[in-house]
């Protein structure tokens, strides 16, 4: 009797044992994935971002980010660069365990490389995920210009050539859309939820990539980036869930008065899920605050094609 009392209890403490290992996650994995880039007729790499859980998960949502300006560079070397900002810095370097698989490429150099704030970036600028705690956020990010109402600009700053600008994100669509497919393809991603965002240059970029493949994104959130009006009809047509966010104090190319004329278009052209948020107390960075938060990967989830 001691004997299968023994036996029991070891069974029990095995099934206990195993039903516990059954339930630890995987942790968070950053990968570089390299591709033959066509454009640039080089090697190149980009980030992949796995989530907790990822192996425990058949499926998970897929979150591409477009950097902006300042982020550019070789695919290599460079390619941390593209951590300093948005969803990918709060993923991996903030240890914020959101819910998707994270593709962030890397935009060329082009003719940027003496831009002053491309030029004056080191890689002390890079942040890194600590050991210990995370990364501080800026102590003051705001802006000093004061607020002020903008009434719609119809006249855009350079935005109506943006299809021709040979230095965008636009030059690198084709690339992007490939691997966004090769990695829902390898790593587990649900093509009914994929959600595309960006920065800047970025959230142009992302105006114009969902406008000529709107039938891939789920959703998706310019983030003080504007757009022209030639991309608002087939963001119409396809009825994609925008939401689209601009800074009060932006004196960049992408000032609030620029949004308006998009908008406006995309609702005389019957678009019934545009949502626009102004952060009118925010400069140029918006994104920190934008991104710091939950509401917009809640509003994510929200949606599925």
């Known amino acids: 009797m001691s004997q299968f009392i023994a036996a029991f209890v070891l069974f029990a403490f095995t099934c206990i044992g195993s039903a516990h290992a059954a339930t630890v996650l995987s942790e968070p994995e950053l990968l570089r994935v390299s591709y033959h880039s066509a454009k640039m ?3 190149r790499d980009y980030f992949v971002y796995l989530p907790r859980g990822f192996k425990q998960q058949e499926q998970w949502p897929v979150l591409l980010f477009l950097h902006g300006n300042g982020e550019r560079g070789d695919g290599k070397a460079e390619l941390d660069y593209v951590l300093i900002h948005g969803p990918l810095f709060e993923a991996w370097c903030q240890k914020r365990d959101l819910p998707f698989v994270i593709i962030s490429p890397q935009l060329p150099m082009y003719d940027q490389g003496e831009v002053d704030y491309i030029k004056k970036r080191t890689r002390a600028d890079i942040p ?3 050991t210990s705690g995370v990364n501080p956020y800026p102590s003051h990010y705001i802006g000093h ?3 002020q109402g903008q009434l719609a600009e ?3 700053p350079a935005l109506s050539n943006y299809e021709q600008s040979p230095r965008d994100w636009n030059t690198l669509a084709d690339e992007v859309i490939t691997i966004l497919d090769q990695v829902i393809t390898n790593y587990k991603g649900d093509p009914k939820r994929v959600y595309l965002t960006g920065i800047s240059a970025g959230g142009k970029g992302t105006w114009y990539l969902a406008s000529k493949h709107p039938e891939k994104f789920a959703a998706i959130a310019p983030v003080v980036g504007s757009a022209p009006l030639s991309l ?10 925008l939401w689209v966010f601009a800074a009060g104090r932006d004196q960049s190319d992408n000032k609030l008065k620029y949004f308006y004329p998009v908008l406006n278009e995309l609702e005389r052209l019957g678009h019934p899920d545009v949502r626009f948020t102004v952060e009118a107390d925010m400069a140029h960075n918006a994104w920190i ?3 710091a938060g939950q509401d917009l990967y809640a509003w994510f989830l929200s949606h599925s094609r």
């Open 41 to 43: 007729n080089a090697e």
């Open 128 to 130: 890194r995920r600590l």
């Open 145 to 147: 210009d004061p607020m």
């Open 154 to 156: 119809t006249v855009l």
């Open 232 to 241: 608002a009809p087939p963001l119409a047509a396809a009825k994609l869930p």
């Open 289 to 291: 605050r934008i991104y």
